[in-house]
């Protein structure tokens, strides 16, 4: 149980262009997700947590009307990169909080490698 | 402030050998989570163990084995007959009760190498 998916896996973009990503909560009702983005050799950043129906809450320095979050059902979350540009690409990850389980739990998906040309 | 140090960039030993990771944490919480999470070459992040501050005994799963100590602050990750498999970064992180969402703080990361 607790599986939380991402799609796309990979994707290579052209500059200006916009890329969204999809988290989805397999089998269970996500009340919270967040979405974390990952440098090389560096940790995981958080960028915004999202809760179904409302609007994210970014991080500080997390530019908003670049990337998009919306919490619109119990089981997806999207994040939307806006006129992506070559510093965009890293590796984004969501994770998700069950909302019917222990609420500290977070489950991670597999990770969305961007890569903006 | 909350923060998790893991002062070990990189460690890198040979296999069958014995390795301790480790994560030193601060936080003016008195209930918390430590958690350990395995990111091998793939990128998908393995959960191997979570720990609440009210629980100090140490855990043993096969070759891993942990050490958690509020005296110091510690929540050490040992490896031991380690294998190349084991190969993959390392991130400790500590989650809040008082904190918003219970939103992890990392740990830089620790990258561990086991050459054959």
């Known amino acids: 149980g607790a599986v939380v998916s991402q799609h796309p896996s990979r994707v290579i973009c052209k500059s200006g262009t916009s890329v969204k990503i999809e988290c989805r909560s397999l089998?269970?009702?996500?009340?919270?997700m967040f979405w974390y983005r990952q440098f090389p050799k560096q940790s995981l950043m958080l960028m915004a947590t999202s809760n179904e129906g409302s609007k994210a809450t970014y991080e500080q320095g997390v530019e908003k009307d670049k990337f998009l979050i919306n919490h619109a059902s119990l089981t997806l979350s999207t994040l939307t990169v806006t006129s992506a540009h070559p510093e965009d690409s890293s590796f984004y990850i969501c994770?998700?909080?069950?909302?019917?389980?222990?609420?500290?739990?977070?489950?991670f998906g597999p990770g969305t490698r961007l890569t903006v040309t | 402030a909350q923060k998790v140090t893991q002062a070990q960039t990189e460690i890198s030993v040979v296999e069958k050998e014995d390795v301790t990771l480790d994560c030193v944490y601060e936080?003016?919480?008195?209930?918390?989570?430590l958690f350990w999470y395995k990111q091998p070459p793939s990128g998908e992040l393995v959960f191997l163990i979570r720990r609440n501050s009210f629980d100090e005994q140490n855990e043993i799963s096969g070759r891993y084995s942990w050490n958690f100590q509020k005296s110091t602050s510690s929540f050490n990750f040992t490896i031991t007959a380690s294998q190349v498999v084991d190969s993959a970064v390392y991130f400790c992180a500590l989650s809040e009760a008082k904190r918003s969402n219970y939103q992890l703080i990392w740990g830089a990361g620790t990258k561990l190498i086991i050459k054959p």
């Open positions: 936080t003016r919480d008195t209930t918390y989570y």
């Open positions: 089998d269970f009702q996500a009340t919270t």
């Open positions: 994770s998700a909080r069950d909302r019917a389980w222990i609420s500290y739990e977070q489950y």
